[in-house]
């Protein structure tokens, strides 16, 4: 079982930046780490999803350059750092950690991020 809290939401202006932070429980190596988004009447949408074997991350095509997924081990911690904020990133954001093992996974609550001006 893995507990995720994520934080780090708001109202933020377009253009501006926000830094969304997920607390794990326990990060095992063997687990893949993303962050999703639902805005309201949409489909959740992947947003970045970090490798359990620390390699690559892959982004969606409508936050690539703008957004970067990062994640400290020894904190059991990700980020996801926003740059360029656009209206159309208006959502809920929640992280989600899936054993490539198992095929588990766990959700965080998620975050609100609203950007308008």
């Known amino acids: 079982q893995v507990q995720l809290v994520e934080s780090g939401g708001g109202l933020v202006q377009p253009g501006g930046s926000l830094r969304l932070t997920c607390v794990a429980s326990?990060?095992?190596?063997?687990?893949?780490m993303s962050w999703y988004r639902q805005g309201s009447g949409k489909e959740r949408e992947l947003v970045a999803s970090m490798s359990n074997a620390g390699g690559s991350t892959t982004y969606a095509d409508s936050v690539k350059g703008r957004f970067t997924a990062s994640k400290d081990n020894a904190k059991k911690t990700l980020y996801l750092h926003m740059n360029s904020l656009k209206p159309e990133d208006t959502a809920v954001y929640s992280c989600n950690a899936r054993s490539v093992l198992s095929g588990n996974e766990y959700w965080g609550q998620g975050t609100q991020v609203t950007v308008s001006s």
């Open positions: 326990a990060l095992p190596s063997w687990f893949c």
